[in-house]
């Protein structure tokens, strides 16, 4: 299976920071078939993008995800008090659908 | 608008089996693959398997085979996942999620997560 490593297991940071989170796989993600998730406590996970690069619906543009092969990454571009949680990718190119381990995004 | 509504909570001692369900409310799964996926706590996300309701073929995670059953009956809009052996470990918050659209395993429409603690 794909197993997916992401970077830095947790930042902390201030609301108007820009951040970049890291994602790579343990082999060639085809098609960019990779998503991201924005995951509070208690909550279910939220699709922030899929295909790497596309926003999922009613996700604002400070939000962007690039990359290809092995390497993706998903930038925010100015923190909003809201946008503090864990961030999770998954590869849908060969199953079984795998996630990363998440990266924590903290107010410093 | 479709949510999908989980049963709820679960608590069952080591070897026991438990069945959650996932239904879609005001409407039907249309077509898609209804996923499960689970998170330990304080834990990531692991996909368990997932299901096209519509053929009632099911596909799971290798580490899963043999213990998960994962089942819909499109007349009621109802998928269930059954877990059977149950042990510590699976100490879990379990979702259900729909496919985005067909051939497409990302997750916009996810259950509100079924609790189920396994303990003796």
């Known amino acids: 299976e794909i197993v997916l490593t992401q970077s830095p297991g947790t930042l902390s940071l201030s609301p108007g920071e820009r951040v970049t989170l890291s994602c790579r796989a343990s082999?060639?993600?085809?098609?960019?078939?990779l998503a991201w998730y924005q995951q509070k406590p208690g909550q279910a996970p939220r699709l922030l993008m899929f295909g790497a690069s596309n926003r999922a619906t009613g996700i604002p543009d400070r939000f962007s995800g690039s990359g290809s092969g092995t390497d993706f990454t998903l930038a925010i571009s100015r923190l909003e008090p809201e946008d503090f949680a864990v961030y999770y990718c998954?590869?849908?190119?060969?199953?079984?659908?795998?996630f990363g381990q998440g990266t924590k995004v903290e107010i410093k | 608008q479709v949510q999908l509504v989980q049963s709820g909570a679960e608590v069952r001692k080591p070897g026991s089996s438990v069945r959650i369900s996932c239904k879609a409310s005001?409407?039907?799964?249309?077509?898609?693959?209804i996923n499960w996926v689970r998170q330990a706590p304080g834990q990531g996300l692991e996909w368990m398997g997932d299901i096209v309701p519509f053929f009632g073929i099911a596909n799971y995670a290798q580490r899963f085979q043999g213990r998960v059953t994962i089942t819909a009956d499109e007349s009621t809009n109802t998928a269930y996942m059954e877990l059977t052996s149950l042990r510590s470990e699976d100490t879990a918050v379990y979702f259900c999620?729909?496919?985005?659209?067909?051939?497409?395993?990302?997750?916009?429409?996810w259950g509100q997560g079924t609790l189920v603690t396994v303990s003796s």
């Open positions: 998954q590869q849908y190119d060969t199953a079984p659908w795998t």
């Open positions: 082999q060639s993600v085809t098609s960019g078939y």
């Open positions: 005001g409407g039907t799964f249309n077509g898609y693959s």
């Open positions: 999620a729909r496919d985005y659209a067909v051939k497409a395993p990302y997750f916009q429409l």
